[in-house]
Antibody, heavy 123, light 113 residues
Framework: QLQLQESGPGLVKPSETLSLTCTVS??????????WGWIRQPPGKGLEWIAN???????YRNPSLESRVTTSVDTSKNHFSLNLSSVTAADTAVYYC???????????????WGQGTLVTVSS | DIVMTQSPDSLAVSLGERATINCKSS????????????LAWYQHKPGQPPKLLIY???TRESGVPDRFSGSGSGTDFTLTISSLQAEDVAVYYC?????????FGQGTKVEIK
């Protein structure tokens, strides 16, 4: 069974960079059938897509976060990563990684999710 | 970008009764070349990750009970729970995948009356 697990610091200081890694087990990240995505949920709010990346490195980013987001993939370790720079309290959220399945040749639905990790931005 | 708007924000339904959630996109998510609506629904329970319920607006994901159904086309969509069960208490989200900026609705909270 496919499993995704987020890892990274639970507390980040304002203006610093939030860094998370998602490790995939039970399946290979190196498939053209999928992208691998990041979604977050601020406390009391809804879901917001952040970015996704394919194993060859092709990536999409949310335009509202694009200037602060970088993503990477390491196929040898079967994991992918997110960096969000210059964080503020507004970036406090549960961060999820998810498999982004292709339908009709394009990334479409998030069909497997990690459990999520709470990242708090505070000094 | 396409904006997804759900209604209502919350609803309370008696056990065994029907729950209906609406989702409206700011522009059509119907792709004319294949006549498919690029719209999905998710269920999100507290302390768990979201779960994909429906894609192509009306196709149930494997293992999803048939009391969940999706309908609609173009800009207006509906998720129906035909007979609400206690385990269906959750927040439900629609999501478009028509553009390369995958947007969710703001969520609809379903509770037991």
């Amino acid at each position: 069974q496919l499993q995704l697990q987020e890892s990274g610091p639970g507390l980040v200081k304002p203006s610093e960079t939030l860094s998370l890694t998602c490790t995939v087990s039970g399946g290979s990240i190196s498939s053209s059938d999928y992208f691998w995505g990041w979604i977050r949920q601020p406390p009391g709010k809804g879901l917001e897509w952040i970015a996704n990346i394919e194993y060859r490195g092709y990536t999409y980013r949310n335009p509202s976060l694009e200037s602060r987001v970088t993503t990477s993939v390491d196929t040898s370790k079967n994991h992918f990563s997110l960096n969000l720079s210059s964080v503020t309290a507004a970036d406090t959220a549960v961060y999820y990684c998810a498999r982004h399945k292709r339908l009709a040749e394009r990334p479409a639905t998030f069909d497997f999710w990690g459990q999520g990790t709470l990242v708090t931005v505070s000094s | 970008d396409i904006v997804m708007t759900q209604s209502p924000d919350s609803l309370a339904v008696s056990l065994g009764e029907r729950a209906t959630i609406n989702c409206k996109s700011s522009r059509s998510v119907l792709y004319s070349s294949n006549n498919k609506n690029y719209l999905a629904w998710y269920q999100h329970k507290p302390g768990q990750p979201p779960k994909l319920l429906i894609y192509w607006a009306s196709t149930r994901e494997s293992g999803v009970p048939d009391r969940f159904s999706g309908s609609g086309s173009g800009t207006d969509f509906t998720l129906t729970i035909s007979s609400l069960q206690a385990e269906d208490v959750a927040v439900y989200y629609c999501q478009q995948y028509y553009t390369d900026s995958w947007a969710f609705g703001q969520g609809t909270k379903v509770e037991i009356k």
